[in-house]
């Protein structure tokens, strides 16, 4: 199981960090990202980081302004979101993942989701 918290409502510019939490499953030995949902958007995936080693893949449209990290002590990973927009409004979910060196990245075993909102 996968828990998300630390959504909220955020200023255009602002920041947030989420964090997903899990249990009941070898957290330390699988890979997790996040992706997001807007409404009559497509999902999107954001990012995956790997246990072993920490790579991380990005989608190009959060690159140099989302960061992640995970502390496997805790089974969590944090999303660390800055110079948010707009365009980032979105449920954002976390969940075992998948990428390739052509930053594919494939979910599963999500969350119940967290909901960010970004506006004045």
């Known amino acids: 199981q996968l828990v998300e918290s630390g959504g909220g409502l955020v200023q255009p510019g602002g920041s947030l960090r989420l964090s997903c939490t899990g249990s009941g499953f070898a957290f330390n030995s699988n890979a997790i990202g996040w992706f997001r949902q807007a409404p009559g958007k497509a999902r999107e995936g954001i990012l995956c980081i790997y246990s072993s080693d920490g790579s991380t893949t990005y989608a190009d449209s959060v690159k140099g302004r989302f960061t992640t990290s995970r502390d496997n002590a805790k089974s969590t990973v944090y999303l660390q979101m800055s110079s948010l927009k707009p365009d980032d409004t979105a449920v954002y979910y976390c969940?075992?993942?998948?990428?390739?060196?052509?930053?594919?990245?494939?979910?599963?075993?999500w969350g119940q989701g967290t909901q960010v909102t970004v506006s004045s």
């Open positions: 969940a075992t993942c998948y990428s390739d060196n052509t930053g594919h990245m494939e979910f599963d075993n």
